[in-house]
């Protein structure tokens, strides 16, 4: 019965109710978008770092991440395959060669990250092969070279064109090649196309005089979530020698970054909050301030202080629900076509680019956020309606009757 | 049976700093079956006198008994449950909850007794019945006329059978003959179901139905007196 007296009173005074409720649902549509949107670009930002090179685990002779340099390679790649092949979570992986270097055309050169792979198995971790928009991907054929965008125009080199790169080897000479450029691509991100080199393994070998060794294993698991646990198993496989890394540990400023996100959405609830409170105090003082007689008759007849004061609560948490659900309501279904079209943010394009993003961001929707979206104005509702139910069991039953 | 008592009650008021004496010694006894009516002048304490009676005050000095217990030695909350409990109230006017219906109104007090719904309900609907107000049942406050509000605030202030019913100026915003007619309900509650009321009010409308006659005067009792039957016909 309280429910039904807290619920018809919202409608007793529909302008007001609808203001207040309006401004919920507003704010849950806001919170909706903005958290959706700003974990969609954080999952992107990673995506494309795992899909574009980093994969979810990579493998190393261990101190290979903290010093890159080509005498780091991997001990015993044999033994790593026979165990990877026995790894049920390993979808694909990739062997690769990766040195620092320069590549030089006849107008210019520039620092880059010359990686060997095998076309066909890197293209079964990570998506360099369909970023190709002019030329083809490797093919396997000697001296070729796939090279990003921002680097072809800084060379001013295209298809067919030659490039020199060069890099210490393993012995300490300096190791150089004549490559034909044969594709160029161009990723999410204009920094990593300034950077990164493409080239057949046994050229990178060859070059390099590593014989037959590799930098580092990149492994592409059936999800990511399960990096953690492959990586505990692998490298107690493994031993000292070498070094797993997870894609969170290859990545910390990426890690980093979520970590300050989640404490920054909790500054955007807080606003959001703060803005409802004083809405729902208002409502609610002002309700209770029209009712006066009304909440005295109820204490002159014996109704109980904590009930009065439940039943004025119960008005705002009604409220804050009611709001938070339409709110949600209307902001997943603005968010359904969004995560599937993505957000195009062509004119920002630039700028997402230089961050790592992409210029279409497909908002995503957590649980976690679902939660906190359902459950933060409701809570705020009730917070807010304290004072003001205060204020009604302070009444005096015979004075609140008197009042006019 | 005594269902009041009060023993030389003084109220006092403070307005503003200024001290007003509402009450100034009131003695007096009412036993359960009465149809009592305090009357007297505006500003004699009418109100505060039934405010005292019906636990929603306390005196300044003097004790007030309901049904034997003090009413000084309970907190707000002990008050609450006793008027809850032994009274009914109908006051002049705002009674009834506006969002509720009639029979929602009448079962409210139940529902604050515990008494589960399906109880409610009928007890709701057996008592609109003995009182003709059953076609109300479904309406809200402001789809009544001011006499039917009155008669449901009575409904709801008997049908938890409580010790007595306090009405303080039940007819003062109805005209007379709604006013005479609402009287006609309640007596006839007193007669059939020894309901006790006490009423508080200047108009000769309730005065001459009360069998027991209290006048009030400047916060004293300056009379009070049984009404015979045939005292009330020679009228
Ligand atoms: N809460 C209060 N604060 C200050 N003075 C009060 C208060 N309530 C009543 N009084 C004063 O006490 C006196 C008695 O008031 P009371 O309301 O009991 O009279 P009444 O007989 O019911 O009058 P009426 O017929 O106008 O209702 C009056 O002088 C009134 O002004
Ligand atoms: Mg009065």
Known sequence: MLWKIAWRNIWRNKRRSLIVLTSIIVGLVAIVLYDSLSVGMIYQMLENQIGSYVAHIQIHKNGFNDNRIIQNYVPSPHKVDSLLQKEKFVKAYSKRVLSFGILSSATNSSGVYLVGIRPEMESRVTKIHTYITEGTYLTGKSHEIVIGKNLADKLKVGIGDKVVAMASSLHGNIGAEVFRVVGIYQSFSSQFDKIYIYVNLHDAQNMLELEDNISEFALLLENSELSQNVKNRLSTQLGEEYEVLTFQELLPMLVLQIDVYKESIFIFYAIIAIAMIFGIVNTMLMSVFERIQEFGVLMAIGMKNSRVFFMVLLEALILGTVGTIVGFILGYLIYIPLSHTGIDFAMFSEGLKAFGVGTVIYPVLTLQSVVSALLVIPFISVIGAIYPAIKAIRLEPINAIRYV | ?235
């Open chain 2, 1 to 235: 049976m005594e269902i009041v008592r009060t023993e030389q009650v003084e109220k006092i008021y403070q307005d503003n700093g200024v001290p007003v004496h509402a009450l100034k010694g009131i003695t007096l006894s009412i036993s359960r079956g009465e149809f009592t009516v305090i009357a007297g002048p505006s500003g004699s304490g009418k109100t505060t006198l039934l405010n005292l009676i019906g636990a929603l005050d306390k005196p300044t000095s003097g004790k007030v008994f309901i049904e034997g217990e003090d009413i000084a030695q309970k907190s707000r909350n002990e008050l609450g449950a006793l008027r809850l409990h032994k009274i009914g109230f109908v006051f002049q006017a705002y009674n009834l909850i506006p969002v509720l219906s009639a029979m929602e109104n009448i079962e409210f007090t139940m529902m604050l007794l515990g008494i589960e719904e399906k109880e409610r309900r009928e007890r709701a609907l057996s008592i609109m019945e003995e009182l003709g107000i059953a076609e109300l049942a479904n309406k809200r406050p402001n789809e009544m006329s001011g006499g039917q509000q009155q008669r449901v605030a009575v409904a709801r202030a008997i049908v938890t059978n409580p010790a007595m019913v306090l009405a303080d100026e039940p007819t003062a915003n109805l005209d007379s003959a709604t006013g005479s007619s609402l009287m006609d309900l309640m007596e006839r509650l007193n007669l059939e179901k020894g309901t006790t009321f006490i009423f508080s009010s200047h108009d000769p409308l309730v005065m001459e139905r009360g069998r027991r006659l209290i006048h009030l005067r400047d916060g004293k009792i300056i009379d009070d007196k049984m009404v015979s039957e045939a005292a009330k016909n020679t009228e």
